[in-house]
């Protein structure tokens, strides 16, 4: 199944269980094909925990949750040896990180010596026990989750694991139309403990997945959005705003989500803008901002923008998404058309026979010619629809 059927079918199923949401569903497909793993934040009851849920159903992923308390052992998440009495012997118990999707619920609510047992589940894809390496299945992404809200009794992610992680998404609530059709779906007896009464049916399984990635891997990338790229993270690190700037890691997820993003919208290149598009989520945690950036008012999102503006007024090409395109063609033939108007009496009067009557004010001056392209370029603007999802 091609890449774009494929979101295109998963969008179907996710708008039979979720309501909104749809950018947050987006980027956790976008991780999962991308081999790595997301952070929600949001407060409770915004349906993170059903987002996860619902992609490991369409996708006929094993799905396991760990709740994360302060008495939370690193046993207790990646296994343990117990020993069998009756055959004298170790045998190993496996935790829950054996799995395809794992969601660690209010992550940042364990201590910090429980946290780093996912370190090398997230980076190795693999855990150590009693000093032997136990391998994880090829589909693995931890989905994480944490309240912005509530900070008493909490343990702030290191940025050591919070750099493994592809993506921070920011989980908002739900505008009143949204909010609506939910209570109607609740109305209706919607009930999600019971994903398969919603009616939503898987349409892909791990081994399609993987041909997925492979078709990935095969999306091109020119030197000009590897400089862009390069550009946005040198930037990040000489920020006066920032005082840790992005990673190199930071700069192979923009690459590596890049190229799945692009591959989904049924395009085998990357243009600036799926760049564009990801620089939030993909920094907005590998950042830290200055304390007198904080009492400005920045926050980690704003300072990532303006690193991006600062990268793209450095020689880099402009974004050429269909919807420019369209614009700009628009704008040059209306420009284009206005220029040629006011010349076309003394063309038809030199050639023999014509006679085409011409209004007398059909010249324009310069600055009202000027002003009218400019209204007529924003009314074309306005009616192209922007993109709320990926297609």
Known sequence: MPLIDLYRALDTERRK??????????LLLVALLTDGHVLLEGVPGVAKTLMARTL????RADFKRVQFTPDLMPSDVIGTNV??????????KRGPVFTSIMLG???????????????????????????????????????AT???????????????????????????????????????????????????????EPV????????????????????????YIQRIVDESRKSPDLSLGGSPRAAIALLQAGKTLAALQGRDYVVPDDIKTLVAPVMRHRIILKPEAEIEGL???????????????????????????????LTRLLFLTACLLPLLPGICQRIPGVQVPFPNNISLSSSRLKSKCEATSTRIEARVPKRRGLC
Not at 56 to 59: D, I, N, P, T, W
Not at 83 to 92: G, K, M
Not at 167 to 192: C, D, R, S, W
Not at 317 to 326: K, L, V, W
């Open 83 to 92: 020993f069998d009495f009756a055959t004298s012997t170790f045998s190993l």
């Open 56 to 59: 490991a159903a369409c996708l």
């Open 204 to 227: 892909a399984d791990p081994d399609a997945l993987r041909e997925a990635r492979k078709e990935i891997a095969t999306v091109k990338v020119t030197d000009e959005v590897l400089d």
């Open 299 to 329: 926050n980690p999102d704003r300072a990532a923008g303006k690193r991006n503006r600062a990268a793209h007024h450095t020689n880099v090409p402009t974004p050429c998404s269909a919807r420019n395109i369209i614009i700009n063609f």
């Open 146 to 200: 944490q309240n912005p809200v509530e900070y008493e009794g909490t343990y702030p992610l290191p940025e050591a694991q919070l750099d493994r992680f592809l993506f921070k998404v920011l989980v908002e609530y739900p505008t009143h139309e949204e909010g609506l059709q939910v209570l109607k779906n609740y109305q209706a007896g919607f009930n999600p403990r019971r994903l398969l009464e919603s009616g939503i």
């Open 105 to 143: 619920d209010e992550i940042n609510r364990a201590p910090a010596k429980t946290q780093s047992s996912l370190l090398e589940a997230m980076e190795e894809r693999q855990v150590t026990i009693d000093g032997v390496s136990h391998p994880l299945p090829d589909l693995f992404m931890v989905i």
């Open 17 to 26: 269980v979720i309501v909104g949401q749809r950018w947050t569903f987006d």
